[in-house]
């Protein structure tokens, strides 16, 4: 361990020394922890006060501690580099939620100021682990328009790009496109113009930068971010490149439309799809499949087997707008009709000026109707038979050609039901696995990772098959760090959409290599430089870490032994919480570390002492927004931030209950189908954990109500004190904690 | 109800727009217009499912529809239209396609609605009255009347029998009254397919009578509350003329006095009365929809054609009394000759013109009376 040089700075600005004894405070630093070094400013973040401290800095101190305000702020102006700074936030969490100058408000600083120095006298000044040989290239996978402008984007940002493409050419579905919507600011004549995909496939091709594999496919990932090995195969031959990141874009397959067979599919051939309708405007005139005779009544049937439990339960956003467009094909002849029957026409944002326009021609009429059927009418033409409709109730119609507004099945959809239902009947036993194995065809996988948690994304609850994404926070985050979903793969979107996901899910990739090449944790903890280094002497091979981590880092030796992908590790702690041997421990978090925090707080006879084990995600902003607010907290309260509360160990609670701490709270993120946890479900994790508190409570017989869980959103500063504040009064109700001076 | 087919017609849909309801297409069914309106009938209300009928091109459903008579073009619809489908504009239009549908000759009507006809449609009368004047002998001279004043009826004869306005005006009127005639009964047969009448004609045209006289129904209108007071005006203007007309034929036929009759003669303050009163009504009426353009939409030539030549009528009309009274026989025969070319566009273009509207949207408030359309 390093050889540490204590400086304890307090700030008295913002209404701290309003509120605390200053010099009671100091106290606590220079007689009870006996660092001498203790300096007082009236307002520590302005230039003298920074000063103060870069002074200390260059005599030797290199353990600052700063009791200030939240580590949430003035972090460009508290940056010490080559020390460890601990941040002690006595603004929200005392001077901004305490009653000013009491005993209690006193206290409440004191035992901050005492855990943050306890928390550095343990804490060791992390090194980064930089891996060698890094690779920074981006892989792009899928040559459409997504993975065209991610290799595009990545490219002019000065990175090397490997496109990869299944087909034998790049353009993805927008070769098949007779005409685009414009991507103009404001929609105007013409609302149909040339795709001009050639420009962009010419502009891939010829980039330096850019090496485009055709026809070819990623057969095997290995590795991790900045280190991967990925085996392209094309032709027959396979190579292994070198790979930094990932961004995944294989976009979409349109939805089977033989199964819409009431729509009159496969039973005429004028019924087509959306996708066939371009292949026909491409040839010229729209002839009808059947007689080749030009189509004059042409009926677009909208969410064809869209927003419908039995086909996609989803919109696919793209098929209003793309009707509209291609209505406008058919109105190219002057005397021909496009009727579109919706169920809503939804062209969101600036499309709406497109809907507007395209209506605004008397040749494209418009209903919204519950098509029931389409059925022949015996001249060859076709009825549209619907329920509801804006013109009546029950409706028919003629129309000599129909198309069918299919929609959008992701192409991980496949590999993750076959990889799901595998798992479902490996559950079952071997023969089940065995059964499944060899009577079910295997789908096409598409990153072929070598990774112990599977070989595909992790599929993503309510997703229907969507590549994983954390939607709320990262859209384009996946649970495999370095692999970056974009475009039509993540979610139905348009071109422009996708453009601009491309752009985004690209600088997310570069974002990962270059964090990767300074050793930091690529995303959400993007300055962190410590990482899990666990004592594997005493690992007993239970796999849970392996199982828990939310990311898959943790790989297993032949033994069953973890080891850890560190590039793909994203510095949440939650193998910390898994290991029942509590081997895991970073630089400056670990379970000693936050238990010897937690043992710091006194708790006298008479008086109560809650413990609130934090989630810094969610929780601990809405606690610093309440203290913004002015917010009351119960000064019985002392706050404890975890990374995740999927590292919470339950060693904790039980340290705390057994040393005579009334009440223990444990504050996570919520969780659930739409999951919005930075860690994926460390709260969810928490709580299992947490299901098994019992055990120690019986142990300890003490009550259950006096370990609760809650789960809190970052927007509801408003409701948490109030909750804190209604925990502590059930536990004073309780009485205190019989453990009181052992 | 049984399956409908329904045929969508372009070429209707481009007849509408074209015929002052441009703004058709904009509209997507919000139904706005239906909640806003005050005159529709709370069940299957107007106009939402107008502008779909017409963005469809569902001719038949329009056309045979009283509905579009129910309207008053109160015009809350357009005020209040978040997407400016102006549906008080649209169903305008289509009830000047109704009247060309059904009125006979309906090639007249087509030409009436549009403005590249203008000439020809002036030009009959101009012509027939020039043929009466040539033949009177009094193009070139018109005599003096026997106290030395200007006498019309010595410029443009007034008996039948010297083909004089006795002759001319009661010919356009039956040719009016005829086509009238035929375009009400296709009207009404159209109307009638399909639904159950009451039965009680003329106990719903009471009740209709009663409407009218008041403008119960127009009173409702909002946005452009004003109009109903203008219309009134015009209305009760035209009945005070209808009289006056008939009690000058009752003058010179029966108690065989010749005009022009001295303005205290009650004949003369009537119908200098129901003049001016039409004058300021139809001036309201213009001034009105200046002052509601934004909100209820400018209206379309159909409209202004219609405002246009009543406003003539008065005009010319008061202005022929004054230059004749004050004895400039410069200005006055010029003027009576277009007070005469304007009164027989009137009258002889009425079943194809806005003019056709006081017949068509009677016939239809009787027709929603009798089908129970309240």
Not at chain 1, 211 to 219: D, G, N, P, Q, W
Not at chain 1, 315 to 327: D, F, P, V
Not at chain 1, 334 to 351: E, N, S
Not at chain 2, 293 to 298: N, R, S, V
Request: net charge neutral.
């Amino acid at each position: 361990m390093m050889e540490k040089k204590f400086g304890v700075y307090i700030c008295k600005g913002c209404g701290i020394s309003d509120s605390v004894d200053i010099e009671k405070l100091s106290n606590v630093a220079v007689k009870d922890m006996k660092i001498e070094n203790c300096k007082t400013h009236d307002i520590l973040c302005s230039p003298s006060g920074v000063q103060l401290i870069k002074d200390d800095v260059k005599e030797g101190v290199n353990a600052v501690v700063i009791a200030a305000c939240s580590p949430r702020v003035k972090y460009n102006e508290f940056d010490f580099p080559g020390t460890i700074t601990e941040r002690v936030n006595i603004r929200e969490f005392v001077a901004w939620s305490q009653q000013p100058k009491t005993d209690e408000t006193q206290s409440v600083a004191n035992d901050y100021l005492t855990m943050g120095i306890i928390r550095i006298q343990k804490s060791d000044l992390p090194e980064p682990n930089i891996l060698e040989n890094l690779s920074s290239t981006i892989l792009v996978i899928g040559g459409g328009i997504t993975g065209m402008t991610a290799a595009l984007e990545a490219a002019r940002a000065g990175q090397k790009v490997v496109l990869v493409e299944k087909e034998p050419q790049l353009g993805g579905f927008v070769n098949k496109l007779y005409k685009k919507i414009p991507t103009a600011a404001f929609y105007r004549e013409p609302l149909i113009v040339d795709t001009d995909i050639e420009t962009l496939v010419k502009e891939v091709e010829n980039h330096p930068d850019i090496k485009v594999y055709k026809s070819s496919k990623t057969v095997k990932t290995e590795g991790q971010p900045g280190l991967y090995d990925v085996t392209i195969a094309s032709n027959g031959n396979s190579e292994t490149v070198k790979i930094g990141a990932i961004v995944l874009a294989t976009g979409w397959k349109p939805y089977d439309a033989t199964k819409l067979e009431y729509l009159g599919y496969g039973k005429s051939k004028d019924v087509v799809t959306n996708i066939e309708f371009e292949e026909i405007a491409k040839k010229g005139k729209i002839l009808r499949p059947s007689d080749g005779r030009e189509a004059k009544k042409v009926a677009f049937i909208q969410c064809a087997g869209q927003r419908n439990p039995d086909h996609l339960p989803y919109c696919s956003s793209m098929c209003c707008a793309t009707s509209l467009k291609q209505a406008k094909y058919v109105r190219q002849n002057p005397d021909a009709l496009a009727m579109i029957f919706y169920i809503d026409i939804r062209t969101p944002g600036r499309l709406e000026s497109y809907y507007m326009e395209a209506q605004n021609d008397p040749g494209v009429m418009l209903t919204k109707a519950d098509v029931t059927g389409v059925s022949e009418a015996g001249n060859g033409n076709l009825i549209v038979e619907m329920k509801n409709s804006l013109l009546g109730e029950d409706v028919k119609v003629e129309a000599d050609l129909v198309v069918l507004a299919t929609g959008m099945v992701p192409t991980t959809r496949e590999p993750q039901e076959y990889l799901d239902n595998l798992a479902l009947e490996a559950a079952k036993g071997d023969d089940a696995k065995k059964a499944y194995l060899e009577g079910t065809p295997k789908p096409e996988f598409i990153l072929n990772l070598a990774y112990r948690q599977g070989p595909e994304l992790p599929s993503l609850e309510g997703a229907f098959g969507f590549a994983d994404s954390n939607f709320i926070c990262f859209q384009y985050e996946t649970r495999r760090t370095g692999v970056y979903a974009a475009g039509c793969v993540r979610q139905p979107m348009n071109m422009a959409e996708a453009q601009e996901d491309a752009a985004g899910a690209a600088f997310k990739a570069i974002q990962c290599v270059d964090h990767v090449s300074r050793g930091v944790a690529v995303h959400p903890r993007a300055w962190d430089i410590t990482f899990p280094d666990p004592m594997l002497i005493r690992c007993t091979a239970c796999k849970r870490c392996t199982e828990e981590c939310p990311f898959g880092a943790i790989e297993e030796d032949e033994k069953g032994i973890p080891f850890y992908k560190v590039n793909r590790c994203r510095r949440c702690g939650t193998c910390m919480g898994a290991c029942p041997e509590r081997i895991v421990a970073f630089k400056d978090y670990s379970v000693d570390i936050i238990g010897s925090m937690i043992k710091s707080v006194e708790s006298e006879e008479d008086e109560f002492r809650i413990i609130c084990l934090v989630c810094e995600n969610d929780a601990y902003p809405a606690l610093d927004t309440a203290g913004i607010n002015r917010k009351q907290i119960d000064p019985a309260v002392r706050f404890v931030p975890l990374r995740c509360l999927g590292g919470m160990n339950l060693v904790w609670v039980a340290d705390a209950l057994s040393k005579g701490i009334d009440g223990v709270l444990l504050l996570g993120c919520k969780y659930g189908e739409n999951y919005q946890c930075h860690f994926v479900k460390g709260s969810e994790l928490a709580n299992y954990r947490f299901s098994k508190v019992g055990e120690t409570l019986n142990r300890l017989q003490l009550e259950a109500e006096r370990v609760q869980m809650m789960q809190v959103s970052i927007a509801e500063y408003d409701k948490l004190p109030e909750m804190i504040n209604e925990f502590v009064e059930k536990v004073k109700e309780i009485g205190p904690n019989p453990f009181k001076g052992f | 109800m049984a399956d409908q087919a329904i045929s969508p017609d372009l070429k209707f849909v481009n007849e509408v727009i074209k015929g002052g309801g441009e703004t058709l297409k904009k509209c997507y069914q919000c139904a706005t217009c239906s909640v806003v309106c005050n005159v529709t009938p709370d069940n299957k209300p107007f106009p939402r499912k107008e502008m779909m009928y017409a963005q469809w091109g569902l001719k038949d459903r329009l056309i045979s529809n009283p509905d579009i008579w129910l309207c008053h073009q109160c015009s809350d619809c357009t005020a209040y239209c978040p997407r400016g489908a102006k549906p008080g504009e649209v169903l305008g239009a289509i009830r000047k396609l109704t009247i060309k549908e059904f009125s006979a000759p309906s090639f007249l009507a087509g030409m009436v609605g549009d403005p590249k006809f203008l000439i020809i449609l002036f030009a009959i009368p101009v012509l027939i009255i020039l043929a009466v004047l040539a033949h009177n002998g009094t193009l070139s001279e018109v005599p003096r009347g026997e106290n030395g004043g200007i006498v019309y009826s010595k410029f443009f004869p007034i008996h039948y029998y010297e083909f004089g306005v006795d002759f001319v005006f009661p010919l356009a009127f039956a040719f009016a009254a005829l086509s009238f005639a035929f375009g009400i009964k296709k009207y009404w047969t159209a109307m009638s397919r399909g639904v159950r009448l009451k039965g009680n004609v003329v106990g719903s045209f009471k009740e209709v009578l009663s409407d009218i006289l008041s403008h119960s129904r127009f009173k409702k209108c909002n946005v452009t509350k004003a109009r109903s007071t203008s219309h009134l005006l015009v209305f009760y203007a035209f009945i005070g003329l209808a009289i006056t007309t008939s009690w000058a034929v009752f003058y010179l036929y029966v108690i065989g006095r010749p005009s022009p009759y001295p303005l205290y003669d009650p004949l003369k303050l009537v119908g200098n009365i129901s003049a001016l009163a039409l004058l300021v009504g139809i001036m309201l009426v213009i001034t009105n929809r200046l002052k509601n353009q934004e909100k209820a939409g400018a209206g379309s030539y159909y409209d202004w054609l219609f405002i246009f030549v009543i406003f003539s009528i008065m005009a010319t009309g008061i202005l022929s009394e004054l230059f004749r009274l004050a004895d400039i026989g410069a200005l006055a025969y010029p003027t009576y000759f277009i007070h005469l070319v304007f009164i027989f566009f009137l009258f002889a273009y009425a079943p194809f013109s806005k003019m056709a509207h006081m017949v068509y949207r009677a016939t239809a408030m009787v027709f929603a009376k009798e089908a129970g359309r309240e």
